[in-house]
């Protein structure tokens, strides 16, 4: 036998509406889909809880009061969705999140998490958001910070201002192709002495070295620790017996340590027991009960 879910919510909707259908119209998803939430059979997502909250007139700090938070989508991001500017003017201007990110063709969970500050964006999609959402250049920089916007347009369009190809550019830098789309991309953190060369070579000023070089996404307080015994992340990883690959994303924030990792990285770079949480953060995981580590 199916035991009901959301009694309360099924009640507030019966105050507005005729029929579920009708709330799902609204809400923008399919009746059937509304029904199996309602049963508690399928997740929410916070667009759908905050959409809900407003067709329902029901105050945001109340949603988990009618809506089941415990196991869904917008669980780890609802509070977050009560104070930030950004997503309430989405659902001011445009409607939905699930409508925005359809209309910018790409997913609702890569357009939420680069509304949460998880992902950073791309220049393409920033000119697609205030184009849509009807916002000023002079105004961008108030929701989405410079700091969050991936730089690979701008290198782009300043290494071929200086060098006839991407091939000579790397020839003068001594790096690979896959290196160089990921240092651009930000997923692969520069070396000191690259980032001085970068500048050298295309001639950036002050205010433009922050376009190219994202201070969160070029090096973390880790990293000025490695970089003090070490000439590269690369060659931390290479004596911890890790791949390029997951010394950077571990690095970078994208991917935890395990707690062997974390001894072996303090023993690696002199950190002793009460600097440790200057450079990693413990965080708690719903799954199995296991804890994880973060740098920082």
Not at 90 to 97: K, L, N, P, T
Not at 283 to 294: A, F, I, L
Request: glycine share 4%; hydrophobic share 30%.
């Amino acid at each position: 036998m199916r035991v009901k879910t959301h009694e309360k919510l099924r009640v507030k909707i019966r105050e507005h509406y005729k029929t579920y259908f009708e709330f799902a119209y609204d809400l923008g998803i399919r009746g059937q889909l509304l029904c199996a939430k309602l049963d508690g059979l399928r997740r929410w997502y916070e667009d759908e809880v905050v959409g809900g909250c407003k067709l329902l007139n029901i105050p945001i700090e109340q949603a988990g009061e009618y809506f089941d938070l415990s196991r869904g989508y917008a669980t780890r991001i609802f509070n977050w969705e009560k104070e930030n500017e950004l997503t309430d003017l989405v659902h001011e201007r445009y409607g939905s999140i699930r409508d925005l990110a359809k209309e910018m063709g790409i997913a609702r969970e890569t357009l939420s998490k680069r509304l949460q500050g998880e992902r950073m964006w791309k220049k393409s999609e920033v000119d697609k958001f205030c184009e849509l959402l009807q916002i000023s250049s002079t105004e961008i920089n108030r929701y989405i910070p410079a700091d969050q916007i991936i730089s690979a347009d701008y290198w782009t369009e300043r290494i071929y201002k200086y060098f006839k190809t991407k091939r000579d550019f790397m020839e003068a830098m001594c790096i690979d192709n896959c290196s160089l789309y990921k240092k651009t991309k930000g997923t692969r953190a520069w070396t000191k002495e690259e980032k001085n060369k970068v500048i050298e070579l295309l001639r950036l000023t002050q205010k433009e070295i922050p376009l190219f070089f994202p201070p969160a996404y070029y090096q973390t307080k880790l990293h000025e620790r490695i970089h003090k015994y070490y000439d590269s992340v690369r060659e931390l990883g290479r004596y911890m017996g890790l791949t390029d690959d997951a010394i950077y994303s571990k690095t970078l924030q994208n991917i935890s340590w395990t707690d062997e990792e974390v001894r072996q990285v303090c023993e690696l770079l002199h950190i002793n027991d009460n600097e440790r949480n200057l450079y990693f953060v413990e965080k708690s995981s719903s799954w199995k009960g296991e804890t994880r580590w973060y740098s920082l």
